[in-house]
């Protein structure tokens, strides 16, 4: 358990990271709202395993979250 909490990132420190000028609950909302609406990225996550109300993210998901956003 201790080595996947190491390879994961918190969800809203990568929302932060995505709109730096928003709050933290705002960031998240936008976050959240730009995973469902971006065309085929919630199916993306979706099969590895993304689950709508995590607070994790994987270093996988983390990576098809930059190949549909681009990097932060």
């Known amino acids: 358990m201790r080595n996947r909490k190491k390879n994961a ?3 809203g420190r990568v929302a932060m990271r995505y709109f730096p000028e928003c709050n ?3 960031a998240l ?3 959240r709202d730009e995973i ?3 065309r085929g990225l919630l199916e993306a996550l979706t099969e ?3 689950q ?3 607070r994790t993210l994987t270093l996988r998901q983390m990576k ?6 681009g990097e932060p």
């Open 29 to 31: 909302r936008h976050f």
């Open 52 to 54: 709508p109300n995590q």
């Open 36 to 38: 469902t609406k971006t």
């Open 24 to 26: 933290y609950k705002t």
């Open 9 to 11: 990132l918190q969800f």
């Open 64 to 69: 098809v979250i930059e190949e549909f956003l």
């Open 48 to 50: 590895i395993g993304y």
